[in-house]
C-alpha cells in the first residue's frame, strides 16, 4: 500500500519561511519523480515543483521560482519543499505526488508539470500565509 505523508505546514507571516516534507512508503521511492501541488480556497489545484527521480532535473512553477526549492533524500524515501519569502498568495493547501512516467520534454528541457500523470497522492497539509 502506497502512502504519501506530508508535514511542516503551519501558520507563518509573509517574509518567512516553511520547510515541508513528503515521507513515502509503500513503492519504489527512487524510481518514481516527486512532485508538490497546491490548492487555494475557491481555485484548482496547481502545480508548484517536482524533482525527477535521481534529483537530477526540476521543475518550478513561475509563480514559486527563485523562492521555493524541491530536494529528495531517497534513502529516506522522502521529499522536501522549502519555500522562502512566503506570500499570502502562497497560502493553500499542499500535496506531494508521486509518479512513474510523468516526464514532458520539450527541446531540450523536461516538465513535470501534469498532475493527471501523478498517480500517487498525499493528503495534504495546510500552509497560511498571513500579512
Known amino acids: 500500500q502506497v502512502e504519501l505523508v506530508e508535514s511542516g505546514g503551519g501558520l507563518v507571516q509573509a517574509g518567512d519561511s516553511l520547510r515541508l516534507s513528503c515521507a513515502a512508503s509503500?513503492?519504489?521511492?527512487?524510481?518514481?519523480?516527486m512532485g508538490w501541488f497546491r490548492q487555494a480556497p475557491g481555485k484548482e489545484r496547481e502545480f508548484v515543483a517536482a524533482i525527477s527521480w535521481g534529483g537530477g532535473s526540476t521543475d518550478y512553477a513561475n509563480s514559486v521560482k527563485g523562492r521555493f526549492a524541491i530536494s529528495r533524500d531517497n534513502a529516506k524515501a522522502t521529499v522536501y519543499l522549502q519555500m522562502n519569502s512566503l506570500k499570502p498568495e502562497d497560502t493553500a493547501v499542499y500535496y506531494c505526488?508521486?509518479?512513474?512516467?510523468?516526464?514532458?520534454?520539450?527541446?531540450?528541457?523536461?516538465?513535470?508539470?501534469?498532475?493527471?500523470?501523478?498517480?500517487?497522492w498525499g493528503q495534504g497539509t495546510q500552509v497560511t500565509v498571513s500579512s
Open positions: 505526488a508521486s509518479c512513474a512516467s510523468c516526464a514532458l520534454t520539450y527541446g531540450s528541457r523536461t516538465y513535470y508539470y501534469r498532475e493527471s500523470l501523478y498517480d500517487y
Open positions: 509503500g513503492h519504489t521511492f527512487s524510481s518514481r519523480a
